[in-house]
């Protein structure tokens, strides 16, 4: 009895790595991390149709100075030029953490923007929700929070 819950536990020890490595969540941390990259580069590049595409309807965001934005209102600053980004949009120590449909992107953002001519953005912590909707991942709602450069 004893060799055998032994054998039993040396067989579990093999396969529960073996599992985790094949789960389906490496698999959508790769997509959230993609949708990361484009968000950032439509962003950045003023891509408003690639933004419409990848946010919900209802998104929200709350930038780092507190102020929000709907997706209208966001979109409406980007297209006409009175929200601008001074070249890319960098990210650092980004986790995505999976929960069945819904994902959760967090980490450290640098980037130069002006909204009407006053500063945006600069050092933030972020934390971004993503939800699958028909077979889709999109961006549900942004947070960020100003850090020390």
């Known amino acids: 009895m004893k060799q055998m819950l032994i054998s039993m536990l040396a067989f579990t ?8 490595a094949q789960s389906p969540n ?12 484009q968000w950032n580069e439509a962003r950045a590049k003023g891509d408003v149709a690639t933004l419409d595409r990848i946010l ?7 930038h780092g100075d507190g102020t929000t934005d709907t997706k209208a209102r966001y979109l409406a600053d980007l297209k006409s030029g009175a929200r601008q980004f001074s070249g890319g949009v960098t990210e650092d120590d980004v ?22 001519g006053r500063p945006q953005g600069g ?24 850090r020390q450069p």
């Open 123 to 146: 050092a933030l912590h972020f934390t971004r929700v993503y939800i699958k909707r028909n077979g889709a991942w999109k961006m549900i709602v942004s947070q960020a929070t100003r």
């Open 56 to 62: 919900v309807d209802d998104w929200t965001v709350t």
């Open 26 to 37: 490496g698999s959508v941390e790769r997509e959230i991390r993609a949708m990361e990259h």
């Open 95 to 116: 986790t995505v953490r999976v929960y069945g449909e819904t994902a959760v992107a967090s980490g450290s953002s640098n980037s130069a923007v002006t909204l009407n």
């Open 13 to 20: 020890a093999v396969l529960v790595p073996f599992a985790y």
